[in-house]
């Protein structure tokens, strides 16, 4: 079978096409929003700038905060894992692929989960 036939054939190893154009055009979005994202990190950081815990606390505190906070961090989360599938489809083959994938959604669960425990335990226990 020449290579135009195997691309050409849906049931070969190029995958699912409808699959990868979410993936690609969810990449670009969800880096889109992180661009969008940097301004409030930028402005968080920066208004925190010498405060102490109290001051910290109760900035993350707000509801409005503490929501953007939340959306940034499953953005990330989102755009990471999708970044990570891309390099592991191109360089992990055979058996190791699906471990390595199985890898990556666990281990950015487990980044978002840590990362919005984090952040519940600062807006309710301080």
Known sequence: MTDFKKI????THYGNGRAATRDFRLQRLTGAINIAGLAFLIWLVVSLAGADRAQFVTTIANPFVAFGTAVMIIVAVIHMRLGMREV???YVHGRTNRLALLANDIFTLAVALLALGALLKLVFWG
């Open 88 to 90: 592991i489809e191109d």
């Open 8 to 11: 050409a054939d849906p049931n």
